[in-house]
């Protein structure tokens, strides 16, 4: 079997390369900043409910708290390292899937609470 070994030197640059790309991606932010997945440090916030994270748009920036839209809900708070986005509401779709589970009278019941 012929196998082939990098140089000394070949092997070296690599080496080099790789601790240079290494040390160019950062795993933590300054205090009261959190790493986002988009690899953006931001200024940390806290949200109360019915309100989701929006995740700064410049290195060091400020997330911001922004209320859920009229027809979506966030019930519990969040904050930059947890930014959830608010639930869109859909009454119907929930009804029904539960409508699924009920009698054929318990259903009826349910039909008249909803008119």
């Known amino acids: ?9 070949a092997s070296l640059w690599l080496m080099s390369v790789v601790c240079f790309v290494l040390s160019q991606s ?10 986002h997945s988009n690899g953006r440090c931001c200024q940390y916030v806290r949200c ?7 995740i ?8 911001v708290c922004v209320p859920c839209g009229p027809n979506a809900y966030l019930d519990d708070p969040t904050d930059s390292y947890f930014a959830f986005d608010c639930l869109e509401k859909n009454c119907g779709e929930a ?11 318990e259903q009826t019941q349910v039909q008249d609470l909803r008119v």
């Open 1 to 9: 079997m012929d196998t082939k070994r990098m140089s000394a030197p």
């Open 48 to 54: 109360h409910p019915q309100h989701y994270v929006r």
């Open 95 to 105: 009804n029904a899937q539960f409508a699924h589970f009920l009698t054929g009278s």
């Open 56 to 63: 700064c748009n410049t290195e060091g920036g400020v997330d």
């Open 26 to 35: 950062r795993s933590t932010c300054p205090e009261n900043q959190v790493l």
